[in-house]
């Protein structure tokens, strides 16, 4: 079982930063792939980073250069680095965590997630 816990949320204007962080705590019998989805305010929830089975990074094509996805192994820590931040970026956003590396239909472990408000 995995737990998650996001933080570093809050509002900010256009054009400024934020980072998030989700500590992931707990025991897995197997490697398990993670990433950063997020839902804006009457959409559904959709992948905004993600680490690849074989390690590589993969990115909405909204977020490309202005975030980054980034983890600190030793601490089971991630990141999103979020730059440039724009009003459609607001929303709820979520760590989640999978040992199938998204190859499954549902996602195995996910965290409350972190409101990001962004105003223009």
């Known amino acids: 079982q995995i737990h998650l816990e996001e933080s570093g949320g809050g509002s900010v204007q256009a054009g400024g930063s934020l980072r998030l962080a989700c500590a992931a705590s707990?025991?897995?019998?197997?490697?398990?792939?993670m990433a950063w989805f997020r839902q804006a305010p009457g959409q559904e929830r959709k992948g905004v980073a993600s680490?690849?089975?074989?390690?590589?990074?993969a990115y909405a094509d909204v977020v490309k250069g202005r975030f980054t996805i980034s983890k600190d192994n030793a601490k089971n820590v991630l990141y999103l680095q979020m730059n440039n931040l724009k009003s459609e970026d607001t929303g709820m956003y979520s760590c989640?965590?999978?040992?199938?590396?998204?190859?499954?239909?549902?996602?195995?472990?996910w965290g409350q997630g972190t409101q990001v408000n962004v105003s223009s």
């Open positions: 989640a965590a999978d040992p199938r590396c998204w190859a499954g239909a549902t996602v195995a472990y």
């Open positions: 707990g025991a897995s019998d197997s490697p398990y792939c």
């Open positions: 680490f690849t089975h074989d390690g590589k990074v």
